[in-house]
């Protein structure tokens, strides 16, 4: 047999110490593993719906609410600006691109955006089933929303006023889907997109007393905000600069705010990590004490094997292999245990509609939990071992 | 064989043990006598080469004791010496297989499967491979002791009190079972006893020898 097969059986011959130990171990590395996780794939979701965007302009108002909510839809807008206005822009010499976004109604939760089909094209997304919208009141709809409310091409709904639910349904005015969309993995998967007109129509339909009262409302049209991609780097310093100073809409720039929310978040991360290193130093102490406990128990058993002829080393090599044992179940529970608990998280934010999170993924990060394994392990261990190494088997001689 | 010429061991700033000469032929039997602390301990870690002579001579199995490094003691010991504790040791994590298997694996053998159930054959505890010690009784730990002791064909078994704690029926059986052992292998047999029964059992063996230890100071 090998030292490994003997370490297991000595490690086992302890069961509750053991699976105590393995328990406080595995505790603290699924912590790690949680965060790391969580951490990695909030980047990604970020970093997916931020691909391309530049610029957010949108009403004045705090600008990580206009990023949160015309990027992420995560949050309610600052209100609208004048479609003239952000007209004006696309003949900006710095601009490239803009899409226009119109929010104001929500089905089942799921936020009903007036847009272009650039939206769509922006994030590469692909249609799985049926067609772009070809008129207003028509209406493609990301993945997760199929999958959610169970819509299918050709399946009308009525939106309801406001984003959270529970508003006015605007009854006169039902939507058609014309369109389902494949996974993106995007901000996509949880919108229901159509033509900005649908949106202004919706509306319209519903405010308007007579004929002249719509004719106002038309002049007086207005969305939400404009995603914007700059034609070149340099405009990130002066483009936002005028917006805020010669116009009455605020210029936001994602990355600025996505640091700024993300350091802020960063705080409640980093407490949650030393929590987990406290987990993780008990786990250490512990695993030191029954180990001590294991030479001091077996002291007679370890100088025995020395009268048969093993050298110190290899005695004390068990005692650090018994560790390692422990240090190898921990990372794959704890990994394992990580793996399950953000996945929990991303069907809980899944069913919330937020940020998308939640799949299996292996980021190089993840490195990090068997080496702290490993260290946790060996540090608690290198005591017993070295008590290990110098048992005396003249001792075992004179234990009568 | 063993041989001692004025073999002397002095513990770190303690006093001196002198030990008298003495010579056992390959496949006798030595008694190490004496009362506890006048040093029967010490002569059985001298003799396997756990602690180094600090004057004289002492060889065993063609070994000069004195000459012998740590790492190579080691080695020397694993395959030389079969040992049998006053407290049997095995270990209770591993079935009787398992305790015999280690003790391959601490002289740094491969284990050998048939080697193991030939020594348990021998003591006629083949039977008990898959129990764990907690299962044996007595008599049938202290078999399964002596088959680890000799797994490796030593040419020296040191006993160390195999008497102690045992009626004088189980204390006769023993002692049978370590002669009929010992001669089985051709091995040179050292008991380390306060026990009067010991001598008295082996009072007619040939080639018997025994060393009355004492504290003596020059």
Not at chain 1, 162 to 165: A, F, M, S
């Given at each position: 047999m090998k030292t490994i097969a003997f370490a297991w059986r000595y490690l086992w011959s302890r069961p509750l110490a053991a699976a105590l130990n393995l328990l406080l171990l595995t505790l603290g590395l699924a912590s790690i593993t949680f965060l790391l996780l969580v951490g990695h794939q909030i980047n990604q979701a970020f970093d997916r719906d931020l691909a391309g965007i530049d610029v957010v302009v949108g009403a004045k108002g705090s600008p990580m609410q206009l990023i949160l909510s015309g990027v992420f839809h995560l949050d309610v807008p600052t209100g609208n600006v004048p479609l003239a206005a952000v007209k004006e822009l696309e003949k900006h010499p710095q601009v490239a691109k803009i899409i226009p976004i119109s929010l104001g109604d929500s089905f089942r939760g799921f936020r009903i955006v007036g847009t272009t089909p650039d939206y769509i094209s922006h994030y590469e997304a692909q249609l799985a089933q049926g067609s772009l919208w070809a008129k207003p009141m028509q209406a493609v709809i990301g993945a997760q929303v199929a999958q959610q409310t169970g819509l299918k091409v050709g399946d009308s709904f009525t939106g309801t006023h406001?984003?959270?639910?529970g508003g006015e349904e605007h009854k006169l005015s039902p939507y058609v889907v014309s369109g389902v969309l494949a996974p993106s993995h995007t901000v996509l998967d949880r919108l229901v997109l159509t033509a900005t007109e649908s949106v202004w129509q919706v509306h319209e339909t519903d405010t308007a007393l007579d004929d002249d009262d719509r004719k106002v409302l038309e002049e007086d049209r207005e969305i939400t905000l404009a995603l914007i991609q700059y034609k070149t780097p340099l405009a990130a310093v002066t483009f936002p600069r005028y917006i805020n100073s010669s116009t009455e809409m605020q210029a936001a720039a994602p990355a600025l705010e996505i640091t700024r929310l993300l350091s802020m978040v960063g705080v409640g991360t980093e407490v949650l990590r030393a929590l987990a290193g406290v987990l993780l130093l008990t786990a250490g102490l512990s695993v030191f004490i029954a180990l001590w406990g294991a030479v001091r128990e077996r002291r007679a058993d370890l100088a025995l094997l020395r009268m048969l002829g093993a050298p110190p080393g290899k005695v004390a090599g068990l005692l650090l292999c018994e560790a390692l044992w422990l240090a190898l179940l921990a990372t794959v529970l704890g990994v394992l245990a990580g793996q399950g608990l953000t996945a929990l998280l991303g069907w809980a934010l899944q069913l919330e509609k937020s940020v998308l999170i939640g799949a299996i993924s292996w980021p190089v990060?993840?490195?990090s939990v068997p080496v702290l394994a490993l260290g946790v392990a060996l540090a608690s261990a290198l005591l017993p071992a070295w008590e290990a190494y110098r048992v005396s088997v003249f001792e075992l001689l004179q234990s009568r | 064989m063993i041989s001692t010429r004025q073999l002397v061991y002095r513990y770190a700033g303690g006093p001196e043990l002198h030990f008298e000469d003495v010579d056992v032929a390959q496949g006798g039997v030595l008694l190490l006598r004496g009362a506890s602390g006048w040093g029967k301990s010490t002569w059985l870690a001298l003799a396997a080469g756990l602690l180094r002579p600090a004057e004289g001579e002492l060889t065993v199995a063609g070994q000069a004791m004195q000459a012998l490094g740590k790492v190579a003691g080691d080695a020397w010991r694993a395959t030389t010496v079969g040992f049998l504790p006053q407290k049997l040791h095995l270990s209770s994590a591993l079935t009787v297989h398992g305790n015999l298997a280690m003790a391959q694996w601490a002289a740094g053998v491969q284990t050998d499967e048939g080697r193991i159930s030939e020594a348990l054959a021998a003591l006629d505890v083949q039977a008990l491979a898959r129990r764990k010690p907690a299962q044996l009784s007595g008599g049938q730990a202290q078999r399964v002791a002596l088959a680890r002791a000799v797994l490796l064909k030593p040419r020296v078994i040191l006993a160390d009190e195999p008497t102690a704690s045992l009626d004088d029926e189980a204390a006769s059986a023993s002692l049978d079972l370590l002669r009929a052992t010992a001669q089985r292998q051709g091995a040179t047999l050292v008991i380390a006893t306060h026990d009067a029964r010991v001598a008295e059992f082996f009072k007619?063996?040939?080639g018997l020898k025994a060393l009355q230890l004492g504290r003596r100071r020059p």
């Open positions: 406001g984003l959270g639910g990060e993840l490195v | 007619d063996e040939k």
